[in-house]
């Protein structure tokens, strides 16, 4: 009888260029499943993204530090603790401008690919 549950012990690091630490334990780089990612992240000091309008759900939830959110014009800030459900087809904009490193969780439905997030130049 096969097992019906995997232990994730080597998620995929995805490479960047600023920083960030994205690990993906499940989704589709990690194990090719496009139905959702969940994503362990930190975000340095002084760190953000372009704006995007994401075509998926993307839920966080903060483990440690802060983490912004621009959010169709509101600014949103999120502690340790807190979570935040963001829609698809949402312009967003995430940022650590805080002192302290972020670290989150991320929960893409479905999951995270790049074509999906439609970032702004």
Not at 22 to 48: C, Q, R, Y
Not at 80 to 108: D, H, M, W
Request: glycine share 4%; with cysteine.
């Amino acid at each position: 009888m096969s097992k019906k549950y995997t232990i994730q012990k080597s998620p995929f690091v995805v490479p960047t260029t600023d920083g960030k630490l994205i690990e993906e334990h499940f989704g589709k780089a990690t194990d090719l499943n496009s139905a959702i990612s969940i994503a362990h992240m930190v975000a340095p000091p002084n760190w953000s993204e372009p704006y995007q309008t994401p075509h998926f759900d993307e839920y966080t939830y903060i483990i440690k530090g802060k983490k912004q959110f621009m959010i169709d014009g509101d600014r949103v800030v999120l502690e340790a603790g807190q979570s935040i459900k963001i829609e698809k087809n949402t312009r967003v904009q995430y940022a650590n401008p805080f002192a302290e490193p972020c670290e989150y969780l991320a929960i893409c439905l479905p999951a995270f690919s790049i074509d999906l997030a439609h970032r702004e130049d």
